[in-house]
């Protein structure tokens, strides 16, 4: 026993020098975590909360209330194209000072709108914000400074938007019940205000050669792609293009597998708020505890999924995350209004497969498309995913203002979902028998 205190003891004597002389990348990765979880967790993952408010206070239909979640999603998409061009040219901490600074506005004149138009104005405004300081911008930072730890550096910042949703909902949730939604989203934009501009200013940094360090904090430099400046920009390319990308048949399969992964992915997280309260009349007390579920679910997930893909076959991990995505759909698709454990379980498997999907969907175009164009490459991609999931959002709405019910929207997403598992079964015979050149350009 007193071995063990020894070593526990000196563990803490060290620990102030291994903090110290903690690869600064991390530091990094902390600072574009709380940002991402911040924006993210507040826009996508915790307003959903005030739909059924908004409906009850202004007379607005389900498609109404989330229209300017799916315009703030498809002019999201039409901009991320611009926005990963302006980050192979720019330095990404000043374009996310400037896509923060507006979401903070937009979040603080939220809780006095009155009409469905300047609800649409403040999403609007969102989606200029995340175009410029999302997680196109985040994904630039953390692949230049990790290459042998990205996956799990990946899965780490993106479990920041489920931690952002799991953490928020908690924080507005007595504030929603007892004060209404006005004071909740008064709450939401003084902590999302600490939360993105604080470690954005004092942690982020735009790549480890500015700090005269390598990637991954190697002392010798790993085979990362080297950022070119700005006078060279224009003329060097390393690695893929986006008309290398455009001409790979593997491309387009993984495109129309992340796109219709999107349009489940966000067209539930914008309406199972909808689905819980007003459909199956769930307590509005339990609603916040079963988005904390779905998106505590999630950091499990993404954590998982991360840690996974550098271990085993990018590909194969993504098959298994979908699988998964499949099973909480269908779990979804025959929840009983009666069981709370239903929902919840439909929470815990969704939240997992949602998550693991969304990593594997990042760290393959990552994989295959680094390198001095993958801003433009994840921007185009981001205008796929974007705009399929504002389509899964804006066609969940209608199919159940049309037909009283979300029950053949769900089907519709569990045939989606089957089809992209069965596209990146192609993937993988394609990448191992190295006949593309994504496989080519690894």
Not at 210 to 226: C, H, Q, S
């Amino acid at each position: 026993m007193n071995q063990k205190l020894q070593v526990i003891w000196q563990w803490i004597r060290d620990l102030p020098h291994n903090i110290r002389h903690l690869f600064f990348g991390w530091w990094v990765l902390a600072g574009v975590f709380i940002v991402y979880a911040a924006s993210n967790g507040i826009i996508l993952n915790t307003l959903p909360l005030i739909y059924p408010d908004l409906v009850k206070e202004f007379g607005w239909t389900n498609e109404q209330v989330t229209r300017p979640a799916t315009l703030f999603l498809l002019i999201t998409a039409i901009l991320s194209p611009f926005g990963g061009t302006l980050l192979d040219r720019w330095p990404p901490k000043k374009l996310m000072l400037i896509g923060i600074g507006m979401i903070l506005i937009a979040l603080a004149c939220l809780p006095i709108i009155s009409t469905l138009n300047q609800l649409t104005a403040i999403y609007l405004t969102f989606s200029i914000g995340l175009a410029l300081g999302g997680l196109i911008a985040s994904m630039v930072i953390v692949t230049r400074w990790f290459v042998r730890y990205r996956g799990l550096a990946v899965g780490l910042l993106l479990m920041a938007s489920s931690f952002g949703g799991a953490i928020f909902p908690w924080l507005v949730g007595d504030t929603l019940v007892e004060s209404g939604w006005r004071q909740a989203m008064l709450l939401l934009a003084g902590i999302g205000g600490v939360m993105m501009l604080v470690p954005l200013i004092f942690l982020v940094r735009n790549q480890p050669s500015d700090m005269g360090l390598n990637p991954d904090g190697d002392d010798v430099k790993t085979n990362a792609e080297p950022v070119p400046s700005e006078s060279t920009a224009a003329t060097t390319h390393i690695g893929p293009t986006l008309q290398d990308a455009f001409r790979s048949p593997a491309f387009y399969l993984l495109a129309f597998a992340t796109g219709t992964l999107w349009f489940c992915i966000l067209g539930v997280l914008q309406h199972q708020g909808l689905y819980l309260g007003l459909d199956l009349k769930v307590d509005p007390a339990v609603i916040p505890d079963v988005f904390i579920a779905f998106f505590w679910a999630a950091v499990v997930g993404k954590v998982l999924f991360g840690w996974l893909s550098d271990h085993f076959d990018k590909l194969l991990i993504m098959l298994a995350a979908v699988g998964n995505l499949i099973l909480g759909l269908i779990v979804l698709r025959l929840v009983d209004a009666d069981s709370l454990f239903s929902v919840y379980l439909y929470a815990i498997i969704y939240g997992v497969g949602y998550s693991g999907a969304f990593t594997m969907i990042q760290l393959a175009i990552a994989e295959f498309f680094s390198g001095s164009s993958y801003g433009k490459i994840l921007g185009t991609f981001t205008l796929v995913d974007t705009l399929s999931g504002s389509l899964g959002v804006f066609v969940l709405g209608t199919m159940r203002d049309s037909m009283g019910d979300y029950i053949a929207a769900f089907n519709l997403m569990i045939a989606l979902c089957v089809v992209a598992f069965l596209c990146v079964i192609v993937l993988m015979r394609m990448n191992h028998g190295q006949n593309t050149e994504l496989a080519g350009n690894t």
